[in-house]
């Protein structure tokens, strides 16, 4: 499929040029197939605010007070003293989202991975934004990275309109709503181009400039 993807997005001239410096996309090394919706949130508030490393040591901590499985379920996270939780490194509003999403997991709003793969990309938005700390920008997360989904385009993502910028060459990035017009033309392979656009962005970041 990635084939196709390249084909589709090389009609834009500038895209065109990144990804022939850039090569195939790797996108699909980066989908974990075998993560569940629950353990996806509650991984991406872990990270919220937070660099990549900072995050995975306080998820590991989090992680290692329920030695005897690889991600604590629901139940278990409830049952936890909130001290045990800050103990971990967690802050007191990751520790309400985190409780929040597992209560939505328990009453069964947040579904299994069998269930959201049957599901819309707009239903799992409608559905799981109601969850303290998850936004839309969260739940896109999940459908490119936990879902493997095709066509999303996550405008919020500072990364993304950096990467537009960066790419057109502009002096601000677009505003959301902009890119979401501009990136119509991307469809059905707009995950494609937001993998694209951050790696303008990170190249960018490092100095690279885009031939």
Request: aromatic share 6%; with cysteine; hydrophobic share 45%.
């Amino acid at each position: 499929m990635s084939a196709a993807a390249t084909r589709h997005l090389s009609r834009d001239p500038a895209l065109a040029r990144l990804i022939r410096e850039v090569g195939p996309p790797r996108l699909a090394a980066a989908i974990d197939r075998k993560q569940g919706p629950y353990e996806t949130l509650m991984r991406a508030i872990a990270h919220q605010q937070l660099h990549a490393k900072a995050a995975e040591a306080i998820l590991g901590r989090f992680i290692a007070l329920h030695p005897s499985t690889s991600f604590p379920d629901p139940a278990a996270v409830l049952a936890h003293p909130e001290t045990a939780l800050r103990g971990c490194g967690l802050s007191a509003s990751k520790i309400a989202a985190m409780h929040d999403i597992c209560r939505h997991a328990l009453n069964g709003t947040i579904p299994t991975r069998r269930a959201a793969v049957r599901l819309t990309d707009a239903a799992l938005i409608e559905r799981l934004t109601v969850i303290r700390g998850v936004g839309r920008w969260t739940v896109e997360m999940l459908l490119i990275f936990g879902l493997g989904r095709e066509d999303v385009l996550p405008v919020d993502d500072f990364g993304v309109r950096e990467g537009y910028r960066v790419l057109h060459g502009l002096d601000t990035q677009p505003k959301p709503r902009a890119l979401a017009e501009l990136g119509a033309a991307w469809s059905p392979f707009r995950s494609y181009a937001a993998w694209y656009l951050w790696r303008a962005a990170e190249r960018a970041k490092r100095g690279t400039a885009i031939a």
